[in-house]
Antibody, heavy 116, light 105 residues
């Protein structure tokens, strides 16, 4: 059983950087993703990082996203640069075991509001 | 970019069969999975690799995928199944459908 917990500021100013950390405990997975959900809307995949550091991200966000992993601390990080109000959402960390196995572990999510 | 389309809402009577579709170009050539999300909670994986159920997911949940459409079927729908359901597939990245609100009337 994997437990995931997101942490970071709940309020970020426009043009600044959104930084979140996901702490992993319990059994491990193969790779980790950040997924967000604007209030009342659907899920949007942001990107992933494998335990070996390989990353990929949604093309429309790629220029603003960095995802990294610290395996020694069992933490996954998200940096989203130059945020706007459109980046306001619940941000989830999710884990998957296997390339096509789906996201079988999720954090509780953290609401990040972009506002001055 | 690849897109997945779901109906915004589906209604079903208790005990009946609910079918939620997810459409995408040549979706049958890709693996799909399905998530259930209840209000105020994180999504839960209910189907992966088109038709496989994670441990703990009731047998009334099943999946299929062919052509351009994947389908989540809930047989003998219960009131507790009322939730939002999202499909997800693999392209160069990971893509989610817009979600379907299942109402059990």
């Amino acid at each position: 059983q994997v437990q995931l917990r997101e942490s970071g500021p709940g309020l970020v100013k426009p043009t600044e950087t959104l930084s979140l950390t996901c702490t992993v405990s319990g059994d491990s997975g193969d790779y980790w993703s950040w997924i967000r959900q604007p209030p009342g809307k659907g899920l949007e995949w942001i990107g992933y990082v494998y335990n070996d550091g390989r990353t990929n991200s949604k093309p429309s966000l790629r220029s603003r996203v960095t995802i990294s992993i610290d395996t020694s601390r069992k933490q996954v990080s998200l940096n989203l640069y130059s945020v706007t109000a459109g980046d306001t959402a619940i941000y989830y960390c999710a884990g998957a075991s296997g390339n096509y196995a789906g996201f079988d572990s999720w954090g509780q999510g953290t609401l990040v509001t972009v506002s001055s | 970019s690849y897109e997945l389309t779901q109906p915004p809402s589906v209604s079903v009577s208790p005990g009946q069969t609910a079918r939620i579709t997810c459409s995408g170009r040549q979706l049958g050539t890709k693996y799909t999975c399905w998530y259930q999300q209840k209000p105020g909670h994180s999504p839960v994986l209910v189907i992966y690799q088109d038709k496989r159920r994670p441990s703990g997911v009731p047998e009334r949940f099943s999946g299929s995928n062919s052509g351009d459409t994947a389908t989540l079927t809930i047989t003998g729908t219960q009131a507790m199944d009322e939730a939002d359901y999202f499909c997800q597939a693999w392209d160069d990245s990971r893509v989610f459908g817009g979600g379907t609100r299942l109402t059990v009337l």
